[in-house]
């Protein structure tokens, strides 16, 4: 096919079409897709992204799942992989959330205005009943010029219906302003989905035909908006049913006064579900009973008596050694991730169909703003609780570069993972109070000045929020549970190989002896530096093949308690393990993952030594003055810092900078 | 006036939207110069949260200085 932008990385058949699933976020697109492909599903990577295209097989046709956009006009990586994909496809079937048509009609017009056959798919039609929405899907269909299809996708309903109505799909009716303006092109030879990008001012597009046109983007996008209100008034009733209960709820969770208390009282309960149920008591078991205690002699046997291969040797090493791919890997991705990384996901499956994510997102945004975020990025952070190999994954849906850049650091820099909060915790109860609240405050506070330095250096400008707040629901634990396992799932795929090369990694330093010649290399920045014993650096090195080994390595060294917490904080603030590194050169080019991965050796260091040396200047006074003080000269080191960087930054926002001042 | 300015409850025209991305973003969420608001909830210093029809747009600081309504 000749079109001009990247090709699907997908081998197109004769007699075989290519349809494309479009819609917004969260409108059930991928249980419409797995409906529909049954067990054919295919994932490749989309060239020059991180962005994975599923496809799979419907008869003879391919069916390709694009990523979840509210327009495609080359706003972000996941709008070019769409507009892509649709320019490409030979239908369209655009997935549309019936509670939410107001906005999601608009994606649904400018799918028509490409020119291509368009199926509509009213997902959630039953929920929408409930909210009382009446959607006359016929008389919409009429008005559309296109067949509209009923589903209820988590049911399965509707999806026969949709099957057959698949091969009658046609063109539906373009907008008018669209109409006449395609006019002005239509001696040009190319698809009218290009021609109407080119009319938007879409800038590959022209730059590919090498066409210069004045962009009619905002003109179009007015018009379109307009004509899809109109026609929006006229298909759907609407009483409003929203529960009581849930509205007021709803109201509450963005207010600060209750939303704070809320927000605390979530985390309280995913600690004591998360950080000890599932990971002290059923990891207890997967980890220790079922892959310590069966599996693991279980496979080290099979490899070294049925499969005669000796255990000392480098084969036997690499396979069942002590960091083997058939030991740490398996034990530790399926005894130890799995249980955390899927409770993880329930909560988050449970936050996000209950509405409260958006809540939760509205009511931090303003603290998010301060380090360089916007409130969405929240749900990575407190991913990254559980596991930051995990939460950098989860960056993906960060609005822009500059966001995923900082989220992603930040992760790897001063989020201790849920592997490394039991030992942490485990260690700072020997510590007493007023020392753990020194670990803590720390490195929030290394988490906040990096995050302002980082948003004061970088070019750019926050990203502002936009979200739309859906109403407070029940979330149904079949769509939870669904959920929580299809994200699971996508995880241990993209991870597990991480986990397997780094262990390979890692044994290979182990055979060739660099593990410990990196150690002794440490040994006087731990020891003179940082003021810990020598058996130390061993600990931070384990520390980078697992981040709980680490910690939990320090737990046989008899520290003092300042030694703890000195160890603690930079064994935190170090590098994350070896498959959140892995992760990080996934997500990012690679000269920027270097970057990142050796400041935080160096912010690690500079920190926890600089602890350790005022902790030690003022040894003899009462240890609550002790961290008083050492407070006191973090925070002022940390606004001069902020106020040198401030001056010397002239941070080159250009748009932003005329409406940031009227605030 | 800007959006942030309003108070709760408070029902508004938008009549501009000064920032060329923000305003094509807007559209696709529904918000358009001249259509009407109501001001749900107004986080201190944070996002505004305003209503149309039955939906609930969150809006940050920054993007509600850069609206502006009038009030109706």
């Known amino acids: 096919m000749n079109c001009h932008c990247t090709p699907l990385p997908l081998k197109k058949e004769a007699n075989s079409e290519w349809i494309a699933l479009v819609g917004n976020p969260n409108v059930g697109k991928s249980v419409i897709f797995h409906a529909l492909t049954n067990i054919y599903v295919d ?4 060239p020059g992204t991180t962005l994975d295209l599923y496809h799979g097989k419907l008869n003879d046709d391919i069916i390709i799942d694009s990523p979840g956009i509210y327009g495609f006009s080359s706003f972000n990586d996941e709008e070019r992989v769409a507009r892509d994909v649709i320019i490409q496809a030979d239908r369209i079937i655009n997935v549309v959330n019936a509670t939410n048509i107001e906005r999601d009609l608009f994606l649904t017009q400018h799918l028509i205005d490409t020119g291509k056959p368009v199926v509509v798919v009213l997902n959630m039609i039953d929920e929408a009943k409930k ?12 008005k559309l010029g296109v067949p509209v299809v009923e589903v209820v996708a988590i049911k399965g309903i509707g999806i026969e219906t949709l099957k057959k109505t698949l091969k009658t799909v046609k063109t539906g009716q373009i907008t008018p302003i669209v109409a006449e303006q395609l006019k002005d092109v239509c001696q040009m030879e190319i698809s009218q989905a290009e021609k109407l990008l080119l009319l938007e001012g879409d800038l590959s597009i022209s730059e590919q035909l090498n066409v210069q046109l004045t962009s009619q983007l905002e003109k179009i996008y007015t018009h379109r908006r307009d004509y899809v209100d109109k026609i929006i008034a006229d298909v759907i009733t609407k009483k409003d049913t929203t529960s009581k209960i849930g509205a007021i709820i709803g109201r509450a969770l963005i207010r600060p006064i209750y939303g704070i208390p809320f927000l605390v009282l979530m985390l309280f309960v995913m600690y004591q579900v998360i950080g000890v149920y599932v990971a002290q008591d059923i990891v207890g078991l997967t980890e220790g009973v079922f892959m310590g205690e069966i599996y693991e002699p279980f496979i080290v046997s099979l490899f070294t008596e049925t499969f005669k291969i000796n255990g000392d040797s480098i084969l036997g090493t690499v396979l069942v050694g002590e960091f083997g791919l058939f030991t740490m890997t398996i034990i530790y991705v399926f005894g130890l991730l799995l249980p955390l990384v899927f409770s993880f996901y329930l909560f988050l499956a449970i936050f996000e169909d209950s509405g409260y994510l958006p809540r939760l997102a509205t009511l931090v945004d303003r603290v998010m703003q301060n380090i360089g975020l916007n409130g969405r990025a929240i749900i990575p952070m407190i991913l990254g609780l559980g596991c930051v190999t995990m939460a950098t994954l989860t960056t993906r849906l960060l609005g822009s570069e500059r966001e995923k850049r900082i989220a992603i650091y930040l992760l790897g820099l001063a989020i201790p993972c849920s592997a490394q909060l039991a030992v942490i915790f485990s260690l700072l109860a020997g510590v007493g109070v007023s020392y753990s609240m020194l670990y803590f405050v720390v490195l929030v506070l290394i988490l906040v000045i990096v995050g302002q330095i980082l948003d004061a250096t970088l070019k750019g400008d926050t990203t502002s929020l936009l979200i739309d707040i859906p ?5 149904r634990p079949v769509n939870v549970l669904k959920k929580s396992s299809i994200k699971t799932f996508h995880f241990l795929k993209e991870a597990t190989p991480l986990f397997a090369l780094g262990a390979m990694l890692i044994t290979t330093l182990q055979i060739t002896g660099l593990l410990d010649k990196i150690s002794d290399f440490l040994k006087p920045l731990t020891v003179n530096w940082l003021g810990l014993p020598e058996g130390a650096s061993t600990a931070f090195i384990m520390g980078i093949v697992r981040r709980d080994f680490g910690a939990a390595g320090l737990n046989d060294l008899s520290l003092t308690a300042l030694q703890t917490v000195v160890a603690l904080l930079t064994i935190t603030l170090f590098v994350p393990c070896i498959a959140s590194i892995l992760m990080i050169f996934k997500e990012r080019p690679q000269k920027e993952a270097l970057i990142m991965w050796f400041s935080t050796f160096f912010v690690s260091f500079l920190v926890g030594g600089t ?9 003899h006074l009462s240890e609550q003055l002790q961290v008083l003080i050492t407070l006191g000269f973090f925070i002022s080191v940390s606004l001069l810092l902020k106020f040198v960087v401030g001056a010397f930054s002239n941070k080159g926002s250009v748009q932003g900078d005329d409406y940031k001042k009227s605030a | 006036m800007q959006l942030s300015m309003m108070k709760r409850g408070q029902k508004g025209r938008i009549l501009n939207i000064d920032h060329s991305t ?6 696709r969420f529904g918000i358009g110069i001249g259509q009407s608001i109501e001001c749900y909830e107004i986080i201190p210093a944070g996002p505004v949260i305003i209503r149309k029809g039955n939906q609930e747009i969150a809006i940050g600081r920054e993007l509600a200085n850069a609206i502006t309504v009038t009030t109706l």
């Open chain 1, 43 to 46: 994932v490749s990577n989309f």
């Open chain 1, 131 to 142: 909210l009382g929405i009446q959607i006359d899907s016929q008389k919409l269909a009429k």
């Open chain 1, 471 to 475: 109403p407070m629901r029940m979330p």
């Open chain 1, 611 to 619: 602890l350790f040396k005022i902790v030690s200047l003022v040894q």
């Open chain 2, 22 to 27: 923000l305003r094509i973003e807007a559209l």
